[in-house]
C-alpha cells in the first residue's frame, strides 16, 4: 500500500509509479465538494441577494418607520418615498453585487447538472497535486451536512483516505486521440454512433474531466486518525 501525505508527495517519482500500487493512503486537510449544495446556490443565489440586502437594512427601516409615525403630510409622504427606495431588495442588492442575470444562473446550473449531477466529493491537496474520491451519500455514516458542520467544508483536521488510484496526474498523450471520420451517406448505424459517442466524450471532458493535476480514487473509507 502506498502512503501519502505532505512529506511524501515531494519524494522523487511518487506520483509516477501510483498506478503500481494496489491500494493508497492519502492523509490531508480535507474539502467537501457538494454539487447538490453547488446547484442549490446557484437557483437560488438572486433570492438570497435580496434577502441579506432587506437583513443588512432592518435598522434604517426601523429609524424610517419611527421618523414616519411622527409626521404627517407632505414631510410623511416623502419618506415613506425615501424608505421604498431604500429597501428596494431587488436594487440594493444589485448594488452589493448580490445579483446575478436569471438566464446565466440557470444555464450554469444545467451544465453543472449535466456534468457533475448530484456527486459528493472529497478533495485533498498536497503540493500540486489534487487528490479527488467521489463518496456515496447512501453510505456516509451521518447526514453530510452535519459532517460539513463538524470538520467544516475546509477541514482543520488531517482525514485520511483509503482507496484505489483509478486516474493518475497525467498529461493527454495528443497521438491517442482519435480521429473521426466525418458523417456521411456510407457510415453505416455503428459508426455513425461511434462518432457520436466520440463527439459526446469530448463534450464531457471539457465540463468535468480530470485536471492535469489532478489524481482519482475509488474511495473504500476515510476516517480520522487518533
Known sequence: MLKIDSNKIEENGIVNTMLDYSFVKVTAKTTFFDVHKIKNVFSTFNKMGEALAVVQTGEIRTEYAQKIATTAGKEQAKLKRQLKEITDSKKLASSLGLQSDDVFLESLSFLTDYGLSD??????????????????????????ELLVRKFSRKTEKEIV????????????????????????????????????????????????GKQENEIMIDPIAAYIEI
Open 161 to 208: 483516505l483509503l482507496g484505489i488510484i483509478t486516474q493518475s496526474a497525467s498529461k493527454k498523450d495528443p497521438t491517442e486521440e482519435v480521429k473521426l471520420e466525418e458523417p456521411n451517406s456510407d457510415m453505416n448505424i455503428k459508426s455513425g454512433i461511434n462518432y457520436l459517442v466520440e463527439k459526446y466524450v469530448g463534450v464531457e471532458e471539457s465540463l468535468c
Open 119 to 144: 456527486q459528493l466529493e472529497l478533495r485533498q491537496q498536497l503540493g500540486k497535486y489534487i487528490f479527488s474520491s467521489c463518496l456515496k451519500r447512501d453510505f456516509l455514516r451521518e447526514n453530510e
